[in-house]
């Protein structure tokens, strides 16, 4: 009872101490997409229940709802945490993840024509979203010891990654594998690793994705059909496109969408048409720029941290929010084939929304203000 007494007591200090160590900016920019990713949830989880069969026309949103209140708490908790815990949360996440999906390829939970989830009573997890934020953290801290502690531990950074893609193609899942691939490259290369080595990892990439369009069907179906698009209008992605252009400046108003009844996964993978349909290109910008401003932030931060690991890991987590926004947003304007993934913060999803909350407490962790942290 004593250890509960002196917990309760340390909590208002450790909360005064975060906010003013924290970077307030983000974390108003991710309370914003949450609050906005709410406000869209409600727009499109009528027609997302419908297109379900569930009568309940708010099904997706209350647990929308729960998703998010969850998701801030372990934001602010991981946030309170100093880098190395930090980088202990993420190298349990990790591990965690990696056996989860191990043990799909044997017995996970599948769903149009993938095995990428584990049921928890009324649940699914998604591991392979939580294996993001921990893969990161894990490589960072290691290419930043690579110099000190020699080839090996690079090549340990290199085994992790080799093992997390495997995994993810026996689901398979083309798109987080080219997130973590993206991400990857980015922090092997601001750890001013050899040119030879990138270039390497370049080749790597491209027999990959090569790969993939010649060995897996769904991939190369997806490819074929953007670049050849039948122009019939009944893609997701005509769908999308409609419902984008259709919102004008302002939008139809809340809850004036159309699109969203038809589109199967309106609250998941098109959220952003959503909001450009019933709210216009305004809302589409505000969103775009919220995300600008995580990136802004992020790598300001990173920029002026002293410490290579932590540094290597604020610029890793910053991109990898900022290019899953890009990807999912690139699919809903059609600049990119359909990859499944989600609007960070925005979209419908409990995997993704704890991941993301995840991902950014590991950034807010690694660039507050502390004593000698910062230049």
């Given amino acids: 009872m004593n250890i509960v007494y002196r917990f309760a007591q340390e909590i208002p200090g450790a909360l005064r101490d975060w906010w003013w160590s924290v970077d307030r900016v983000l974390v108003f920019t991710f309370c914003g997409l949450i609050a906005i990713g709410l406000l869209l949830s409600l727009a499109a989880s009528p027609g997302a229940a419908a297109s379900n069969h569930i009568s309940e026309p708010f099904f997706f949103f209350f647990r929308h709802s729960i998703f998010a209140a969850a998701g801030l708490m372990v934001m602010v908790m991981v946030s309170l945490a100093d880098p190395l815990n930090a980088r202990r949360i993420a190298?349990?996440?990790?591990?965690?993840?990696?056996?989860?999906?191990?043990?799909?390829?044997?017995?996970?939970?599948?769903?149009?024509?993938a095995q990428r989830w584990v049921r928890l009573g009324p649940f699914s997890l998604q591991p392979s979203?939580?294996?993001?934020?921990?893969?990161?953290?894990?490589?960072?801290?290691?290419?930043?010891?690579a110099k000190s502690k020699g080839s090996s531990t690079m090549l340990f950074a290199f085994v992790i990654y080799g093992v997390s893609i495997f995994l993810l193609m026996q689901q398979p899942d083309l798109g987080q594998s080219i997130l973590i691939t993206a991400s990857f490259g980015l922090v092997f290369f601001l750890s001013g690793m050899s040119w030879i080595w990138i270039a390497g990892l370049g080749v790597f990439s491209i027999?990959?994705?090569?790969?993939?369009?010649?060995?897996?069907?769904?991939?190369?179906?997806?490819?074929?059909?953007?670049?050849?698009?039948?122009?019939?209008?009944n893609s997701q992605t005509d769908r999308a496109m409609e419902a984008l252009t259709g919102g004008g400046i302002f939008g139809r108003g809340p809850g004036e969408g159309v699109i969203k009844r038809i589109l199967p996964e309106a609250h998941t993978d098109y959220i952003?048409?959503?909001?450009?349909?019933?709210?216009?290109?305004?809302?589409?910008?505000?969103?775009?720029?919220?995300?600008?401003?995580?990136?802004?932030?992020?790598?300001?931060?990173?920029?002026?941290?002293t410490n290579q690991t932590e540094q290597l890991t604020a610029a890793g987590l910053t991109v990898l929010i900022g290019l899953q926004a890009a990807i999912n947003i690139s699919v809903n304007l059609h600049i990119s084939p359909p990859e499944g993934m989600t609007l960070p913060f925005l979209s419908y999803?409990?995997?993704?929304?704890?991941?993301?909350c995840l991902t950014a407490g590991l950034l807010l962790a690694f660039t507050r203000r502390r004593p000698g942290a910062f230049e």
């Fill in 91 to 113: 190298n349990l996440a990790l591990i965690v993840a990696l056996l989860v999906m191990v043990y799909i390829i044997f017995a996970g939970h599948e769903a149009k024509g």
């Fill in 207 to 233: 027999a990959g994705l090569y790969s993939a369009y010649r060995f897996f069907p769904y991939v190369a179906a997806r490819v074929n059909r953007f670049l050849s698009p039948t122009g019939d209008g």
């Fill in 349 to 356: 999803g409990g995997s993704s929304m704890l991941a993301m």
């Fill in 129 to 145: 979203e939580f294996l993001k934020p921990g893969l990161i953290v894990t490589v960072a801290w290691l290419f930043s010891r």
């Fill in 272 to 305: 952003f048409s959503v909001a450009a349909e019933e709210f216009g290109t305004l809302a589409a910008l505000l969103i775009i720029g919220l995300f600008a401003t995580v990136l802004l932030r992020g790598f300001s931060g990173a920029l002026h941290l």
